[in-house]
């Protein structure tokens, strides 16, 4: 089992950035990937973005193309999630993932929040 904690969240105006973190531990050797998910109140959680950890290609969601950047540092087994050009619609709280097989998440963090303000 991995164990991740995430922190970065905030309150931020529309238009700001904010970066959130993802800090893995335990069977850290068994990440094939790392995605973020969001879910804002009263709707579905939503897929945002994922990462392989080896090879570092990324997949984005439609709604966060060109203004979210996840990236990973292997050495530090932490998964960052650069987010610029924030919108209102952006607020919600920030789960982070890990699957050890292609879209298994089978480890979630406790989550995060980010509210955006207009």
């Known amino acids: 089992q991995v164990q991740l904690v995430e922190s970065g969240g905030g309150l931020v105006q529309a238009g700001g950035s904010l970066r959130l973190s993802c800090a893995a531990s335990g069977r850290t050797f068994s990440m094939y990937s790392m995605a973020w998910f969001r879910q804002a109140a009263g709707k579905e959680r939503e897929f945002v973005t994922r990462?392989?950890?080896?090879?570092?290609?990324?997949h984005y969601g439609d709604s966060v193309k060109g203004r979210f950047t996840i990236s990973r540092d292997r050495a530090k087994n932490t998964g960052y999630l650069q987010m610029d050009s924030l919108k209102p619609e952006d607020t919600g709280v920030y789960y982070c993932?890990?699957?050890?097989?292609?879209?298994?998440?089978?480890?979630w963090g406790q989550g995060t929040q980010v509210t955006v303000s207009s």
């Open positions: 990462i392989h950890w080896n090879s570092a290609i990324t």
């Open positions: 993932a890990t699957a050890n097989r292609p879209e298994t998440y089978d480890s």
